[in-house]
């Protein structure tokens, strides 16, 4: 008995029948005596065909009209949906972005909710109607569409979840839940049953499969319970919530691999005060986001600095280096975009020491070059040649057991 | 110098290729220095695609969602429309329905205009912007989404037009314009250059090839001048405007047969007053729409009354003529679905004798047996055998000369 709210992505409601199966959920939660909120995300391809139908008349589309467009997509969904559920024999009622008030900023095709005037969606749920909105979308002051970028529907999810204080907030995807490593590269990874928002977000490219990461920022400012199940079983999902006792005794949760990033190195520059800011300044004007960064001890008055970047600005951060070493009497830039980060992550790691070196001792053991290092509270991640990727991934796996169940993890370190 | 409305129907905006084409006769009437609105139809088959889908769903879908549903076709069109015209290097914004305050009723899938709040629009088109509008919808005071039904598109060109005061509304189509027969029945068929509002909802089944009647009779009630014209040549169209002196001229504009009705018979009703109110009062309950009547004279205290009906509407209405026969004391019910509906239209009737006994004479000459006859100010039709509906519509367009250039027409009679 609750309020709960279901997100239904574009795999889950790609043709007739598979909205009739997100309608059966649907009200089959609503039978269990819960209010349902619904958001659905646009069918299969349509964003791509109408992406596609826009590039056919014009290169770069007005981003006012690209949302104007592309919110079309989810404005069918939730109609179609509504019928579904009217077929069950069920009351449902569908509204767009801008209907349910769900009002952004106006950076179009990446809009920010500013705020939600829910009294719409309170009165259906009040009259008993199961309530249907588009995700993605929202209006500005001006009452133009806007998007919400990727991820977008979720946001809607979570933004609803929390705004009218919901128990839970399913969202069904075409993953059964988060594994503790990607089941296609490791192939005795396991479903985590539990995860902490931390945790997932440090996991971001085991995540972002299932969630963007800002929809999971927004759970965890408000506190909404996400529960990530597939829509085409019935299989226990993966609940993300806050960090609760039991998690403490879960050293590590999950291990990732991912190839996004380029190495950068900057060799040979003179040791004064002021450059390392120098260089990430000029780096940050060109909008890249540096993510790992060390810098040698100075040998002879000159040290090298090395940073990483997404693969997809290593060319723009390359030019930006060159200019960066002429200003700096620097002597050469070096870049590798071979390279792989290697990952693990668990709320454990706070109160439990010798994971780092356990890590290190494995890749050591596989005779797997650390090339660079990085830490937070509850995440390692070391840079590696991409080559061994997949290997390095499975032997972390391995020897945190994370292809046990918990309490064995839990006992192994 | 002015104010046009430019309104492009499905099959105008079906593809990348026409919607630029489209673009290109928008920024031709704004260089010439008029501000424009341009209105928007669903891309070709996107509507009856939606209705499928809404199908493959529901057997009766809830009107309030098919709305929902099928406004997303002219929103899809009308985003593509403003790329189209971004791309000629020319501004423009794009507004649904509801954007631009056309607040309707709420009877969904047919709702009727209240009112219309164009600030908006105005706002931008002194802005310099081209301003594009999604036809075919609207919201109602709730802000639910709602649908005009039939012709909507051009409904709402024409409110447009009307409420902004606009010099022309151009309704660009894939006719050529207004003939004054059909061409695939009547070789030599001619297209008019002018012709009344009147003259237009009498040739109704002319001119529902081209706007339906309602946008018509919405257009004379505000005296909006109509263009219409081909999307995909530059040849001149046919203005649909009030009469003017010249038009007297002209005693018929058209002719045109229809094969839409059927005819009842209610044979031998004892003739006492009030029986022919009994017969259309029960047809009028049902919803039926009777168009021509007539009933014979007494014969022995008993005459018979025959009337048309849409053909579809046949076994309804025969199934109440059962019943009324049976109250009234008729004899018998007969029926005739294989008949045609042949019409004369023309404003010049009203000063100009003789029409009537031509269009009977060559009837006669062509051996075509009149079965029933219906006159209004500007229109005779007969009712005659389907079997002889395209000879009879030739003999009638030859001998008023509709082949002809409108001088001599007017001559001849």
């Known amino acids: 008995m609750g309020l709960i709210v279901q997100k239904f992505g574009g795999t889950s409601v790609a043709d007739a029948e598979r909205i009739k199966a997100?309608?059966?959920?649907?009200?089959?939660?609503?039978?269990?005596?819960?209010?349902?909120?619904?958001?659905?995300?646009?069918?299969?391809?349509?964003?791509?065909?109408?992406?596609?139908?826009?590039?056919?008349?014009?290169?770069?589309p007005s981003t006012r009209e690209m949302d104007m467009?592309?919110?079309?997509?989810?404005?069918?969904?939730?109609?179609?949906?509504?019928?579904?559920?009217?077929?069950?024999?069920?009351?449902?009622?569908s509204f767009t972005g801008g209907q349910v008030g769900i009002v952004t900023d106006s950076f179009h095709t990446k809009a920010r909710i500013r705020n939600i005037n829910a009294d719409r969606i309170r009165k259906e749920l009040d009259n008993g109607s199961i309530v249907i909105v588009a995700g993605f979308q929202g209006i500005d002051v001006n009452e133009n569409i806007t998007t919400l970028g990727r991820g977008g529907s979720d946001t809607t999810a979570v933004a609803?979840?929390?705004?009218?204080?919901a128990d839970r907030c399913d969202i069904f995807t075409d993953v059964d839940g988060i594994y503790t490593a990607d089941p296609r590269k490791v192939p005795n990874a396991r479903k985590l049953n539990k995860i902490s928002y931390d945790e997932i977000l440090e996991l971001?490219?085991?995540?972002?499969?299932?969630?963007?990461?800002?929809?999971?920022?927004?759970?965890?400012?408000?506190?909404?319970?996400?529960?990530?199940?597939?829509?085409?079983?019935?299989?226990?999902?993966?609940?993300?919530?806050?960090?609760?006792?039991?998690?403490?005794?879960?050293?590590?949760?999950g291990a990732t691999v991912s190839k996004n990033d380029a190495k950068i190195t900057i060799?040979?520059?003179?040791?004064?005060?002021?450059?390392?800011?120098?260089?990430?300044?000029?780096i940050a004007k060109k909008n890249i986001n540096v993510d790992m960064i060390?810098?040698?001890?100075?040998?002879?008055?000159?040290?090298?600095?090395?940073?990483?970047v997404p693969r997809?600005?290593?060319?723009?951060?390359?030019?930006?280096?060159?200019?960066?070493?002429?200003?700096?009497?620097a002597m050469e830039v070096l870049y590798d975009d071979k390279i792989a980060k290697l990952s693990v992550v668990g709320i454990g790691m706070r109160s439990h020491c010798g994971v780092?070196?356990?890590?290190?001792?494995i890749l050591a053991e596989e005779k797997i070059n650390i090339q660079m290092i990085s830490t937070s509270e509850i995440k390692i991640s070391c840079i590696i040649d991409e080559a061994h990727a997949e290997r390095a991934l499975n032997a972390v796996h391995k020897i945190f057991g994370l292809n046990l169940v918990k309490n064995e993890v839990a006992a192994k370190v």
Chains 1, 2 share one sequence.
């Open 312 to 329: 997809s600005d290593l060319k723009n951060a390359l030019e930006t280096a060159e200019k960066i070493k002429k200003d700096l009497w």
């Open 294 to 308: 060390i810098q040698n001890a100075s040998v002879e008055g000159r040290a090298d600095v090395t940073f990483t």
């Open 22 to 60: 997100a309608a059966r959920r649907v009200t089959e939660t609503y039978d269990a005596g819960n209010k349902v909120i619904v958001v659905v995300s646009a069918r299969g391809q349509t964003t791509d065909e109408l992406i596609e139908l826009a590039n056919e008349i014009i290169d770069k």
């Open 356 to 361: 780092a070196e356990k890590m290190f001792s």
């Open 204 to 253: 971001a490219s085991l995540g972002a499969q299932v969630m963007h990461s800002r929809s999971i920022e927004f759970a965890k400012k408000y506190n909404v319970p996400l529960y990530v199940r597939s829509s085409f079983n019935n299989s226990e999902g993966t609940l993300i919530c806050k960090e609760i006792d039991d998690m403490e005794n879960i050293v590590v949760s």
């Open 160 to 165: 609803l979840a929390s705004i009218l204080h």
């Open 267 to 282: 060799r040979s520059i003179p040791d004064v005060p002021g450059q390392a800011a120098k260089i990430f300044h000029e």
């Open 69 to 93: 467009l592309l919110s079309t997509g989810e404005q069918v969904s939730i109609a179609l949906m509504a019928m579904a559920i009217h077929a069950l024999g069920y009351p449902a009622i």
